[in-house]
């Protein structure tokens, strides 16, 4: 019986993550792509802040950019919070923490992962004024 178990444990993983969507995430992503050697100033809950980003799906589709308009997600919240004036964070959002099951039509699809490109400028009011490719 403890053979079939450990069978049926395999086929329910495998069934999973060959249900999932490509590139799809269940929770969030944080990988810091760039980080300035001195960072006297970290993001916190309540900071206004100056940023750029470009957002995709996983298949490469551009869905936002801070050069049109943007609606800030709740992955925004948790994966920009301790970031540095000019540091570079690129971050992979589950949908549940994005526009979820209902998705964001004609764009975003429900149940979409997204990909930001981001760079922060300024917090605060504090930081620096660049115009450069993310």
């Excluded at 936002?64 to 919070?81: A, N, P, T």
């Amino acid at each position: 019986m403890e053979k079939w178990s450990s069978i049926s444990i395999l086929l329910l993983i495998a069934a999973k993550l060959v249900s999932a969507k490509s590139g799809d995430v269940t929770e969030l992503q944080i990988n810091v792509e760039y980080k300035p050697a001195s960072c006297e100033v970290k993001t916190q809950n309540g900071d206004t802040i100056k940023i750029h980003y470009r957002g995709q799906l996983t298949d490469g589709s551009v869905v936002d950019s801070s050069f049109e308009k943007g609606q800030v997600i709740k992955g925004w919240d948790e994966g920009l919070l301790g970031m540095c004036i000019e540091e570079k964070r690129q971050l992979t959002i589950p949908s549940k923490l994005a526009y979820g099951d209902q998705g964001y039509p004609p764009l975003i699809p429900g149940g979409a992962t997204l990909i930001f490109n981001t760079e922060l400028i300024a917090i605060n009011g504090k930081g620096v004024d660049c115009k450069r490719d993310l």
